[in-house]
């Protein structure tokens, strides 16, 4: 009987050129990441279930991926449970660990249980997968990294000034057009207020983040399924749609919010944040949309969303200011703000958009034909450890087949050279540099092949 060997769906295997791109994607992320200060960690891929369970609301709580006790799982359920079992009832007695579902949560945990280690305000990064069991489609999988960047233990807003320049040079390196979406929760919570539906705040920026994939229609009717009254509905509608400049919305609001304490204080970093990238040179669009609501619970502040110009696949890069993460596991009054890079959504755009640099899939830069003479394998092994302390990757073929099968290796690999040592080179003390691009041939030294391969980094 045959093997299945199919892999989950919203999982994927990684060919090694798509390796080479992501990996090319990762380098750039963590190069901008160090030169603004920030340092790695990485916690492990499951989580107590009580760490990440409500933290993400109820949608998200039902995407956490749970995992099996080990053993005999259902040990701890008795008989009467059995009888009348509910997954809800049972999963805390079957499962008490979890994959994690993104690398904020996490590091709240980790800032909690090392904060006697660390110093504050403390700025990481973290580029690790994360797991969700959503229904897969276009740009969702149930597998996928998150390159997060995070500072915990400070109030200021200079850390979501520093937060946009980094998602401006990230993008600009990446050669990709987009634009920043803000807007910040206290706002949001201060139309709940002026509506009177404080109570309801989750249920409607839960809605109102969906404006864009369903429309106002269907916003509507969930803020009505969610038991929001209709004449709050109805209120809502003109300041969703609230159109103009920034500085046109933002003067509307202050006039729509003058009741709301929470919602002008929104208003008033918002302005700030604003104000702050007009001194700094940002290549990048700011926009202020009042439907961007990132439905996860514990945002309680500035909040960014970041999209693709020429592309369409929704956000690529997200996050915001959470005021009181690490409280939910002790640790009071530590505000933290961070934003997250989707490297699998990035990497569709980029190949999307044939952004994808040829030299990027080059693992290799020239290769050796074997003609299965032990002198001349032993040349070129000698002259492979002069090229690799260039930092140069070189390889030889490991058996002598016919040319043709060596040359085609090389091409499946888009190698750009080969060189080529036989029993006349090895007499003339040359190497015959092929180009592969263009065909050429021409006897070179080891020494002028190593400036060659050199010049074109």
């Known amino acids: 009987m045959a093997v299945n060997t199919t892999i989950p769906k919203g999982t994927r295997d990684f060919s090694p050129i798509e390796m080479l791109r992501?990996?090319?994607?990762?380098?750039?992320?963590?190069?901008?990441?160090?030169?603004?200060?920030?340092?790695?960690?990485?916690?492990?891929?499951?989580?107590?279930?009580?760490?990440?369970?409500?933290?993400?609301?109820?949608?998200?709580d039902r995407l956490i991926f749970k995992i099996l006790n080990s053993g005999d799982f259902m040990s701890n359920v008795n008989c009467d449970d059995k009888e009348s079992v509910t997954s809800t009832k049972i999963t805390n007695k079957i499962s008490e660990k979890a994959l994690r579902y993104d690398l904020t949560v996490p590091f709240a945990r980790y800032v909690v249980q090392h904060?006697?280690?660390?110093?504050?305000?403390?700025?990481?990064?973290?580029?690790?997968?994360?797991?969700?069991?959503?229904r897969p489609q276009k740009g969702r999988y149930r597998e996928f990294y998150q390159c997060d960047v995070d500072v915990i233990g400070s109030n200021s807003l200079l850390n979501e000034i520093e937060l946009i320049q980094i998602i401006d040079e990230v993008f600009q390196n990446l050669g990709l057009a987009v634009i920043i979406k803000l807007n910040n929760r206290?706002?949001?919570?201060?139309?709940a207020e002026i509506i009177n539906e404080s109570s309801k705040i989750i249920d409607i920026t839960v809605a109102i983040d969906k404006f864009e994939k369903i429309g106002l229609e269907k916003v509507n009717e969930e803020l009505l399924s969610k038991g929001i009254s209709p004449e709050a509905v109805k209120k809502l509608q003109p300041i969703i749609l609230l159109s103009g400049s920034i500085e046109e919305k933002i003067s509307n609001l202050k006039s729509v919010l003058n009741s709301s304490e929470i919602g002008l204080k929104g208003i008033e970093e918002i302005e700030k944040i604003i104000d702050y990238t007009k001194k700094i040179e940002l290549q990048t669009c700011i926009d202020f949309d009042l439907t961007l609501a990132r439905g996860l619970n514990y945002y309680t502040g500035a909040i960014f969303e970041v999209k693709a110009?020429?592309?369409?696949?929704?956000?690529?890069?997200?996050?915001?200011?959470?005021?009181?993460?690490?409280?939910?596991?002790?640790?009071?009054?530590?505000?933290?703000?961070?934003?997250?890079?989707?490297?699998?959504?990035?990497?569709d755009v980029l190949l999307g958009l044939n952004k994808f640099n040829d030299?990027?899939?080059?693992?290799?830069?020239?290769?050796?034909?074997?003609?299965?003479?032990?002198e001349i394998e032993k040349l070129c092994l000698s002259h492979l450890v002069s090229i690799r302390k260039q930092g140069i990757s070189a390889e030889l073929y490991p058996?002598?087949?016919?040319?043709?099968?060596q040359f085609d290796y090389a091409n499946n690999k888009k190698i750009p050279f080969v060189a080529i040592i036989g029993e006349n080179e090895k007499q003339k003390g040359v190497i015959m540099l092929k180009n592969m691009t263009t065909g050429e041939q021409n006897e070179t030294s080891l020494k002028e092949l190593i400036n060659i391969l050199t010049n074109r980094k």
């Open 22 to 60: 992501r990996n090319y994607i990762f380098d750039i992320i963590r190069k901008v990441f160090q030169k603004y200060g920030f340092m790695p960690i990485e916690t492990p891929a499951m989580e107590n279930l009580t760490t990440l369970l409500g933290k993400y609301g109820e949608e998200g």
């Open 186 to 191: 206290k706002i949001l919570s201060g139309i």
């Open 399 to 405: 058996e002598s087949h016919k040319m043709k099968k």
């Open 309 to 347: 110009k020429d592309h369409e696949i929704g956000s690529i890069c997200g996050g915001g200011r959470y005021d009181d993460l690490t409280g939910i596991f002790g640790l009071k009054n530590v505000s933290g703000v961070g934003v997250s890079f989707g490297a699998d959504r990035i990497y």
């Open 359 to 374: 030299n990027i899939e080059n693992s290799t830069e020239i290769m050796f034909v074997n003609f299965g003479d032990l």
């Open 115 to 134: 904060q006697n280690e660390i110093t504050f305000p403390f700025k990481r990064y973290q580029i690790q997968p994360v797991w969700r069991a959503d």
